[in-house]
């Protein structure tokens, strides 16, 4: 059973940064796209960032210019450097990854944006 396992969320305030973090043991991470998603309370789960195996990255309009994703093949894992944070960034925030059939999710973790 894979699991991936996010961390370094937490509550900010607005203007702050963090950088999440999602371990993937157990797959062949570097044939895999790997994707932030978040989902805020009362809304639907949302695509924030994905970064394909070749390193191709693709955002979420609303967080252009301001997150950037990125992975290390030897580490297994993939970041979520998140800047200029503001209240609508509050969510859960999970990784996943995918390959043809296989599609694995993290259990998510808690970034809250407030003063």
């Known amino acids: 059973q894979v699991q991936l396992v996010e961390s370094g969320g937490g509550l900010v305030q607005p203007g702050g940064s963090l950088r999440l973090s999602c371990v993937a043991p157990?797959?062949?991470?570097?044939?895999?796209?790997m994707g932030w998603y978040r989902q805020a309370p009362g809304k639907q789960r949302e695509l924030v960032a994905i970064?394909?195996?070749?390193?191709?990255?693709n955002y979420a309009d609303s967080v252009k210019g301001r997150f950037t994703i990125s992975r290390d093949y030897a580490k297994n894992t993939v970041y979520l450097q998140m800047n200029s944070l503001n209240v609508e960034d509050t969510a859960v925030y999970y990784c996943?990854?995918?390959?043809?059939?296989?599609?694995?999710w993290g259990q998510g973790t808690q970034v809250t944006v407030s003063s």
């Open positions: 157990g797959i062949i991470f570097s044939i895999y796209t």
């Open positions: 970064i394909t195996s070749g390193g191709s990255t």
């Open positions: 996943r990854a995918q390959r043809l059939q296989s599609d694995y």
